[in-house]
């Protein structure tokens, strides 16, 4: 099996996460998750924060002016990166490097990996992403209002991903997701599909007042 980069993106709530948990943990053998560099301090020692390399602020600048990182950003106070040598690791192992990242992170990432293949995770109707993010319960509806107009802005850079796969029902979802992954048939949408999709979500973003207040608490 010839290694390869895959880059996963989605807008919060379209549930990314729990997909690629699920398929590199029925591959572990086969797929391994690239883990960013971070200076948010470590919260727990849950699943989701082993996928964090936590330094300090300090040393996450040198390691920035050495080079070392593929794309960095600043999110909410606090500094991401991916290293090069993270997937270096993996892909010299041979295995496939699962990359979760955001739209902005996955275009750098693909002008300087021109053989990743980059997959977009699309809500089934905006209306289910609201559902999905205030049963959540973790967020304000300040920021729950924040996430929804940032999902707008992150469907339409989505349109320009190689595949997309519809997280309506998980299992289906994370067989979707897996067949790209490890290349065992086409994505079940097709390129213009899932373009498709975007512009209708992005639709029906715009008939309806998702940011109303009285309704998204």
């Known amino acids: ?4 980069l895959i880059v996963v993106s989605a807008p919060s709530g379209a549930g990314k996460t729990s997909l690629d948990t699920h398929v590199r943990g029925r591959n572990a053998d086969r797929v391994e998750m690239v883990r960013s560099y971070t200076t948010r301090p470590a919260r727990t020692a849950s699943t989701v924060e082993k996928e964090y390399l936590h330094v300090t602020r300090q040393k996450f600048q040198q390691m920035c002016d050495a080079g070392e990182f593929v794309e960095w950003a600043e999110v909410f106070g606090n ?10 690791r993996i892909t010299a192992a041979g295995k496939i490097a699962l990359l979760e990242i955001d739209v902005q992170g996955g275009e750098q990432i693909r002008a300087k990996f021109s053989g990743c293949v980059t997959v977009f995770i699309l809500p089934p109707t905006i209306a289910e992403l609201r559902r999905r993010l205030v049963q959540r319960g973790t967020d304000a509806v300040a920021e729950q209002q924040k996430r929804l107009r940032n999902a707008c802005a992150e469907i339409k850079s989505g349109r320009t991903y190689d595949c997309f796969v519809v997280n309506a029902n998980f299992e289906r979802s994370c067989t979707e997701l897996e067949d790209v992954v490890l290349q065992r048939r086409p994505p079940h949408l097709s390129r213009e599909q899932g373009i498709a999709k975007c512009d209708r979500l992005l639709e029906e973003f715009q008939q309806h007042d998702w940011l109303n207040t009285s309704e998204v608490g």
């Open 1 to 4: 099996m010839s290694s390869r």
């Open 79 to 88: 500094l991401y990166g991916t290293a090069w040598r993270e997937i270096e």
